[in-house]
């Protein structure tokens, strides 16, 4: 009784894990799912421990019932801990994007900042031919 009692309790809680993991890929929403997945990881071992246990015993005749539903909890967990673990990482390269988008679009920034204040200290366009020249090799790194 006691085995199907954690049984019941993990396939909930895996199910409450799983609506939550849907909802959003928020960094700090997979830290706080990652934490309650951690939460029940010993009742999991404990679950599949008193499984074991159970088939062992020689009075027990329907082993196979609770065969499979230790099986299925292994490979509901193992599969949500993928899973988590895929998002966590695709969290992360998002957040290094971001990290790389932000400083290059401050570089971009500064050097038109930079451009803005050459041209703005320029001389209006002359009229002469020998200041016109001086003024376009002034430009010419630009």
């Known amino acids: 009784?006691?085995?199907?009692?954690?049984?019941?309790?993990?396939?909930?809680?895996?199910?409450?894990?799983?609506?939550?993991?849907d909802a959003r890929d928020d960094r700090h929403r997979l830290a706080d799912l990652a934490n309650e997945r951690d939460k029940q990881m010993p009742l999991l071992e404990e679950?599949?421990?008193?499984?074991?246990?159970?088939?062992?015993?020689?009075?027990?005749?329907d082993t196979h019932v609770v065969r499979d539903r230790m099986k299925a909890l292994e490979n509901q967990w193992r599969d949500f801990n993928v899973s988590l673990e895929e998002k966590q990482k695709l969290s992360q390269q998002r957040a290094n994007q971001l990290n790389q988008y932000e400083?290059?679009?401050?570089?971009?920034?500064?050097?038109?900042?930079?451009?803005?204040?050459?041209?703005g200290h320029l001389r209006p366009v002359a009229v002469d031919l020998d200041i016109i020249k001086h003024q376009q090799d002034e430009l010419r790194p630009l």
Do not use: P, Y
């Open 103 to 119: 400083s290059l679009r401050i570089q971009v920034l500064e050097w038109l900042q930079t451009m803005e204040n050459r041209v």
């Open 1 to 21: 009784m006691q085995f199907t009692q954690q049984a019941t309790a993990l396939e909930s809680a895996h199910s409450q894990l799983s609506e939550f993991a």
């Open 47 to 61: 679950c599949l421990r008193n499984g074991k246990q159970l088939i062992s015993k020689k009075d027990i005749t």
